[in-house]
Nanobody, 123 residues
Framework: QVQLVESGGGWVQAGGSLKLSCAASGRTFSNYAMGWFRQAPGKEREFVAA???????YYVDSAKGRFTISRDNARITVYLQMNSLKPEDTAVYYC?????????????????WGQGTQVTVSS
C-alpha cells in the first residue's frame, strides 16, 4: 500500500506561482510513475503532468512551459511547480502513483491517489 498526501495548494492571483508537494509512503516509491491530475467543478478529472521511474516527464499541452514536475526519491516526494497561473488552472489537484513505473495520462492506470489539494487562481 502507498499513501499519498498533497500539500501546497491555496489561493493566488493570475500570473502567480504555487508549488505542490506529494509526500508518499512505501519503500518502492522510486519504482513508481507519479502523476498530477486536476478536477474543476463540473468537469472530469484531467491529466496535468507525470514523471516515470526514470525521471522522464510528460505534460498536458496547457501546462507545458508553465508547470514542472519533479521527484525526490530520497524524500519520497513528488512536486509540481506551477508558474504563470491562470484562472482556468483552478481545480482540486490530485497526486497519483502508478506501480508499473511507466508514463500514463489515463487516470485508470494509477493505483493510488491522494486526497487532493485545492488551487484557486483569481483574475
Amino acid at each position: 500500500q502507498v499513501q499519498l498526501v498533497e500539500s501546497g495548494g491555496g489561493w493566488v492571483q493570475a500570473g502567480g506561482s504555487l508549488k505542490l508537494s506529494c509526500a508518499a509512503s512505501g519503500r518502492t516509491f522510486s519504482n513508481y510513475a507519479m502523476g498530477w491530475f486536476r478536477q474543476a467543478p463540473g468537469k472530469e478529472r484531467e491529466f496535468v503532468a507525470a514523471i516515470n521511474r526514470h525521471g522522464i516527464t510528460y505534460y498536458v499541452d496547457s501546462a507545458k512551459g508553465r508547470f514542472t514536475i519533479s521527484r525526490d526519491n530520497a524524500r519520497i516526494t513528488v512536486y509540481l511547480q506551477m508558474n504563470s497561473l491562470k484562472p482556468e488552472d483552478t481545480a482540486v489537484y490530485y497526486c497519483a502513483a502508478c506501480r508499473n513505473g511507466l508514463y500514463s495520462d489515463y487516470a485508470g492506470d494509477y493505483d493510488y491517489w491522494g486526497q487532493g489539494t485545492q488551487v484557486t487562481v483569481s483574475s
